[in-house]
Structures are given as C-alpha cells and as structure tokens.
Nanobody, 122 residues
Framework: QVQLVESGGGLVQAGGSLRLSCAASGRIFRLNAMGWYRQAPGKQRELVAAITSGGSLNYADSVKGRFTISRDNAKNTVYLQMNSLKPEDTAVYYC????????????????WGQGTQVTVSS
C-alpha cells in the first residue's frame, strides 16, 4: 500500500558529502517516525539516524556531528545529509518509515526502502 523510493547514493572520496532521499507514496494517513539504517558486508543492519513526527532526533554515535536527518512532511520525504564521509561509512543505506494507513489503525505499519549503496573511498 506504500512505496518507498530512495535516491542519492554513490561513490565519493573520504571527506566528501552525499545526500540521500526517500519518498513515500500510497495510502498514508499519518507518517510517523522516519529513519535511515545501514548494513555493511558481514555486519548487522544498524540505525544511523531517526526523526519522529514531532521532530525529535536520534543519531548513532558514529555519525553525530557529520550526518543530519530531516523530513519534509508535505512531500512525505526523509533526507540524510552526510558530510565528512569516512570509508567506514560504506554500506547499503535503507530508509525506514512507520505509517498509519487509516485513522483506525491500532499500530504503525513499517516499511523499508530498497536500499542505496554508499561507497566511500580512502
């Protein structure tokens, strides 16, 4: 009922910047928390950053001061601005959104994006 389209990944040198976007479309009554996760080869998926509908932010310690998460509620889109990228930031990045399809939904529905590769060369 909801589609997520991610964009913005790519190859960048260490110290560079990238901006990821994730746009949600479909049956959306309320878009609650939105976030970004990443998974490097051989590692578990981990939370990078999250933003609630009220604007509260949460960042992994490893990205604090370098990454900024934001959202545009009019466009149902979440962004991740990544600055001062390091080789250890290399991973597939996934957006995650929690959505109510209808007013009567008792809980959020959770959706994942298809993933976008971020590669940082040293």
């Amino acid at each position: 009922q909801v589609q997520l389209v991610e964009s913005g990944g790519g190859l960048v040198q260490a110290g560079g910047s990238l901006r990821l976007s994730c746009a949600a479309s479909g049956r959306i009554f309320r878009l609650n928390a939105m976030g970004w996760y990443r998974q490097a080869p051989g590692k578990q998926r981990e939370l990078v950053a999250a933003i609630t509908s009220g604007g509260s932010l949460n960042y992994a310690d490893s990205v604090k001061g370098r990454f900024t998460i934001s959202r545009d509620n009019a466009k149902n889109t979440v962004y991740l601005q990544m600055n001062s990228l390091k080789p250890e930031d290399t991973a597939v990045y996934y957006c995650n959104v929690r959505i109510r399809h209808y007013f009567s939904d008792p809980d959020d529905h959770v959706y994942w994006g298809q993933g976008t590769q971020v590669t940082v060369s040293s």
